[in-house]
């Protein structure tokens, strides 16, 4: 194992998340001295991190806190070299209901991020961004240089987030990278994301209620995706950049229905539930990841197949199927 990472303090905002405890996890695992922020609730809930081994948890430095709090911000930064800041709210249907909260998660709390790291003089900040940045595909695959649009609060409030880490790189001089994943899949992730929804109601139930079956996605292993930040942490030649994190194949949420019936073994069949449905003039109907930016900038490339990352995760997902609220749709 590389010894770059050794005793190297790291913070990660928005640990308690999918990507953000996979992320503290590998980041233990190479030695690095870790620090992760979590939101704060009162009842000490750790979000997802609950489900890293407790021996590498144990070596984990674990800040409860808010991201709209600039003073908790600052304090968890201090002393860090690299910052990853993954912390959002980022369900599309919370953020039709509540987009006010949404913005002063999203923008407010990454200017928070931003100020604390150009003041505090940190090496590197790792900005996470996402796909639905883009909407639906204009043209495909999408490159970073895609326009941006809109087509719900949330994916406003990442273009704003977005164009605050470029400004700090462009103003301050800042050492800001920008990390944009492509629907992230993989064990630990709620029921909130398509692909546990699927798999919790075929390991469960004689029916499968989805919305829209005709939408493509760009579907990435998590442990992919995690080496993609390391790796966009690591390089010196991603300063500034927007690196587009998917594998470059696409999918219909209907085709990927089916294949997870196949490997569950299930017999259940699928139904549209409306209710599930984005309003017809946000739905993103199809993103697809051109990846050569960060291939030719870090050699990242995606080493998982969709087939082996849906095994991974439906065994997963069997062993915590008490977990799960099965075919609630939860926004």
């Known amino acids: 194992m590389d010894n770059a990472w050794q005793d190297k303090k790291v913070l990660v905002t928005g640990a308690g998340g999918f990507i953000g405890s996979h992320l503290v996890e590998a980041l233990v695992l190479r030695s690095a001295n870790v620090r992760a922020m979590a939101h704060y609730n009162s009842r000490g809930d750790l979000g997802l991190l609950r489900y890293v081994p407790s021996d590498i948890l144990e070596k984990v430095d674990i800040i409860g806190a808010d991201l709209r709090d600039a003073y908790a911000v600052r304090s968890a930064v201090t002393d860090c070299e690299v910052v990853f800041h993954l912390g959002a709210l980022i369900s599309i249907p919370y953020s039709y209901v509540h987009p006010g909260e949404v913005v002063e998660a999203n923008v407010l709390g990454t200017m928070n991020v931003l100020l604390a790291c150009r003041d505090l003089g940190v090496k590197r900040l790792v900005h996470t961004s996402t796909s639905e940045v ?179 995760t439906i065994e997963w997902i069997s062993r915590h199927l008490n977990h799960y609220k099965i075919g609630k749709y939860a926004i």
Not at 187 to 208: G, M
Not at 272 to 288: A, H, Y
């Open 134 to 312: 883009y909407g639906t595909a204009q043209y495909a695959p999408i490159d970073e240089k895609h326009p941006l649009q809109a087509q719900s609060p949330y994916s406003g409030t990442k273009i704003a987030a977005d164009k605050l880490a470029e400004s700090f790189y462009r103003t301050y001089s800042m050492d800001v990278v920008t990390v944009r994943p492509f629907n992230t899949y993989g064990p630990r992730q709620s029921a909130r994301a398509v692909i546990p929804t699927i798999i919790t109601q075929a390991l469960a139930r004689k029916t499968i209620y989805l919305g829209n079956l005709e939408t493509i996605r760009d579907f990435t292993f998590v442990d992919d995706t995690v080496e993609g930040f390391i790796l966009a942490s690591e390089s010196e030649r991603v300063s500034g950049k927007t690196l587009n994190l998917g594998t470059g194949t696409e999918i219909k949420i209907g085709a990927i229905a089916q294949k997870i019936i196949e490997l569950t073994g299930s017999t259940a069949s699928v139904e549209i539930d409306p209710e599930r449905f984005r309003p017809k003039d946000s739905e993103v109907f199809r993103l697809i990841s051109d990846h050569t930016v960060m291939t030719e900038l870090t050699g990242w490339r995606p080493r998982v197949s969709l087939d082996e990352g849906l095994s991974r």
